[in-house]
């Protein structure tokens, strides 16, 4: 499957997270970045990409949990593109997966996608866990730190209310559009 090209699906969770050690030093033809929730498979890069492969392909993802967060979408992204004749190639689990692949591949795939699930229902219920403790102490769970100060956010606001386009104010403040509109409804 060499003949193909190398794509590269890189995300992370967060617009200040940083994408550079997934795959640093891997050659790549190609890339598409997420910077969103791995929670599902709806995610626009991720469409763009597995729209942009073809046949002897091969995508390379960081990890599994990078690719998506349960096993069931892992199971059949997988399933999909090495039906397609495209390569996945996770760099962390040092795993290929090509269509043609052992019982025991599969069972790596299914394992090691089970525990990155597992292991993010275990951060969320910490999670819920440590909010429902600090409501318990007496504590204000004040949720995540804002997006954008506050002359940042009026600036926005101002911005916004001049009747700039909103999707263009969103991608310029690196903020979602509902983001966008908690802040200039607020």
Do not use: W
Request: hydrophobic content about 35%.
């Amino acid at each position: 499957m060499a003949n193909g090209q190398q794509v590269a699906y890189i995300r992370v969770s967060s617009i200040g997270q940083n994408t550079a050690r997934q795959l640093d030093g891997v050659n790549i033809d190609r890339a598409f970045e997420d910077k969103v929730s791995g929670k599902d498979t709806n995610r626009p890069a991720l469409q763009d990409c597995l729209a942009y492969l073809r046949e002897g392909d091969t995508l390379h993802v960081h990890s599994m949990d990078r690719l998506a967060r349960n096993l069931d979408d892992l199971r059949r992204v997988v399933k999909e593109l090495t039906g397609r004749g495209v390569a996945v190639k996770f760099h962390k689990e040092g795993l290929t997966f090509t269509g043609e692949d052992s019982p025991m591949a599969t069972l790596l795939l299914s394992m090691l996608g089970a525990v990155a699930e597992f292991e993010r229902s275990l951060i969320a219920e910490r999670r819920q866990e440590g909010i429902a403790l600090a409501k318990a102490k007496g504590d204000v769970y004040k949720g995540r730190k804002p997006s954008l100060s506050d002359e940042k956010a009026a600036e926005l606001k101002r911005r916004a209310g001049e009747g700039e386009n909103k999707a263009a104010l969103a991608r310029e403040f690196g903020i979602s559009r509902a983001t966008l509109y908690s802040y200039i409804s607020g």
